[in-house]
């Protein structure tokens, strides 16, 4: 993907939503001279500029704003036949409860992004023994700072005794610092499995020689259009991230990939993408990140996640461990993912 693309958009919506926004603010703080418009219209825009270069929350807080007050309007007629009582009539029409309901959802957000969950599934495999896999993905590593967040990751895989442990892509993005990188190393081999530590990239971590010795130096496995046998039983298959297609170096093609295996597979793969043919192949259990669930109402309604399953297959989508460009979740819950593979009885 070329973020480039992405330029245009944004800036339409900060200029369309600023212009709503602030249209909306002088129902509440009302300017007559021509000059203070100027004025106000100039420090608004600079306002909205500067939280969106740094990604802040409160550009977040402006969003529910508009987005409620759209509602609000759309169902104007409605509203207005309802609101009976001049007094609640007239505070509506400020626009106070939905600064309130906004600033609540922001109250939320934070806090929902900060606590992840252990989420647990159980998939029946035709494997020779029973199997306890953890995986996270999209943790954006320095989006919810620092190395608080690493030493949590390590504690609780830990508690849950895994066999294997899985991280599914976007572990780091863009604005991920190299000394909060040598940590994450660091601290993710602490994780204690039986079968080992593996990592595939995501988009926004497509894989450098600098990443690949950064965990492989701590005796975490790296699989990039790899595959890897696991206790003479099944097959883990890691895939470079689709993002690659775009960037001129495309991924092994599926089919070649998963050629000649006649045990059971297990296939990783950030983005949930060549489903059908997975299940055409013969995986058996597909798990992937990337949506983050929505991450932000009403995206969720949008994006995949969860498990779905058929006869033989099994798609196991993650909401992510942590949250891309804002600190902020209001769709699906942060989470590990905590996987009981149970063996197929004959």
Request: aromatic share 14%; net charge positive.
């Amino acid at each position: 993907m070329d973020y480039r693309f992405w330029i245009i958009p944004i800036l339409l919506m900060l200029l369309i939503g600023g212009y709503y926004f602030g249209k909306k603010l002088i129902i509440l703080f009302p300017w007559k001279a021509k000059a203070q418009k100027r004025i106000y219209w100039g420090i608004l825009y600079l306002i909205l500029t500067f939280l969106l270069i740094h990604r802040s929350i409160f550009l977040l807080f402006v969003g529910y704003v508009i987005f409620f007050n759209v509602l609000f309007d759309l169902f104007g007629f409605v509203l207005k036949q309802c609101l009976k009582e001049s007094l609640f009539k007239k505070i509506y029409q400020k626009g106070i409860p939905i600064l309130v309901i906004s600033f609540f959802i922001l109250v939320y957000g934070v806090y929902n992004a900060r606590n992840p969950i252990i989420k647990e599934y159980e998939v029946v495999l035709p494997v020779q023994s029973n199997y306890h896999i953890g995986m996270i993905s999209d943790l954006h590593l320095g989006t919810i700072k620092g190395e608080k967040i690493l030493k949590e990751i390590v504690q609780n895989a830990n508690q849950e005794q895994f066999d294997l442990f899985l991280l599914v892509g976007d572990i780091f993005d863009e604005q991920t610092k190299t000394k909060l990188k040598e940590k994450a190393y660091q601290e993710l081999s602490k994780i204690q499995t039986t079968y080992g530590i593996y990592y595939v990239e995501g988009n926004h971590d497509l894989l450098t020689q600098e990443v690949h010795d950064g965990f492989t130096k701590y005796g975490i496995h790296v699989l990039s259009d790899d595959k890897k046998l696991i206790n003479e039983d099944f097959y883990l298959v890691g895939r470079k991230d689709l993002r690659r297609e775009a960037l001129g170096t495309p991924r092994k093609d599926l089919k070649a990939l998963l050629d000649g295996i006649r045990k059971p597979i297990i296939l990783v793969d950030h983005q949930p993408v060549e489903q059908e043919q997975a299940s055409d192949l013969g995986v058996s259990l597909h798990l992937s990140g990337h949506t983050h669930a929505g991450q932000i109402f009403p995206m969720n309604f949008l994006l995949e996640y969860g498990k779905t399953q058929n006869e033989h297959y099994t798609s196991i989508v993650s909401s992510g461990y942590g949250a891309w460009g804002f600190p902020f979740r209001t769709a699906g819950k942060s989470e590990m993912v905590s996987i009981k593979v149970i063996k197929k009885e004959n």
